[in-house]
Every structure is written in C-alpha cells, then in structure tokens.
C-alpha cells in the first residue's frame, strides 16, 4: 500500500480542532504474560500519536534527516511525564489524543491521553525539542509553529 492509499485509510489519524488522533489496536506482542500491556509499550503508542501528528502537520522525519531544510533535523524527547491510571488489555482498541500546549524556541510541549473508549487510561507531557547536526537546539520555523498552534501561541 502507498503512502497515499496509507492516509486514506487512516493509518496515520488525523488532524482534529485540539491536535491528533490515532487509533491503535493492542497485540498480542503488546502484553505481558497475563494479557496486560506493558508499561514500556506505552511509550511505543505515545511516540506513534507523536510521529503521525507531524506527519499530518508537514513535518516529515526522512525530509529533516535529508536535510531538505538546508540541514539535517532531528526531533529528541528532552522530557517525559506518565500517569498509568489503568491498564489496556489484549484487543483493546485504544484513542491517542495529542495537543500542543505551547512552543518556546526549539522546544513544543505536548499533552497525550490514550483512552479505552471515555475511559482514560494514560496521561503523558512530553517536552521535545529539534536539533541541528551539531546537536544544538534549532528554533521552530514559523510554519511550524502556525501547524502545531493552530489557535495561536
């Protein structure tokens, strides 16, 4: 399937008033030994909403590392926050809500929530920021900063 047909078919969420939503199956390989997804896996499905919310915003992570922007561009997490309110099981079918709470410089910070339909299980903050080859900081581009913050700064 081609990345067109991917969209179409929503495998990257979508773009929503507040931010991002994906949705996202636990498996099998998700879980441990009692049918319970593993804490670690939930860093996997928060770093998904992630990805695909920049995907969906034009901000591609193989155009930064071709360095299509006059420089090769990566995105690090600088800083990470989690709630585990409740446990997702096997065949869950689970939401990923990512919104923007404000950028500053080279740095966003976001909110995430995975839900098992209304009931939250997840809350994360997450600070990340963008970084040069030399692995200083690099200010957010102005068009980024209008996709990520859609109401204003």
Do not use: C
Not at 7 to 24: C, D, V, W
Not at 122 to 143: D, S
């Amino acid at each position: 399937m081609g990345e067109q047909e991917a969209l179409a078919a929503g495998i990257s969420g979508e773009l929503t008033p507040f931010g991002h939503r994906l949705l996202a199956r636990v498996y099998y390989a998700d879980t441990d030994f009692s049918g319970v997804v593993y804490h670690a896996r939930y860093l996997e499905f928060l770093e998904r909403g992630r990805s695909d919310y920049l995907r969906l915003a034009g901000v591609r992570h193989t155009e930064l590392l071709e360095g299509q922007r006059g420089e090769k561009i990566v995105w690090v997490v600088r800083r990470m926050e989690i709630d585990f309110i409740r446990s997702a099981r096997m065949d869950d079918v689970l939401t990923i809500d990512t919104r923007t709470e404000r950028i500053s410089g080279a740095r966003i910070f976001m909110a995430q929530e995975i839900r098992r339909g209304d009931e939250a299980l997840i809350a994360a903050k997450v600070e990340a920021a963008i970084i040069g080859e030399n692995g200083r900081p690099k200010r957010f581009p102005a068009e980024w900063i209008a996709a990520f913050m859609p109401g204003g700064v």
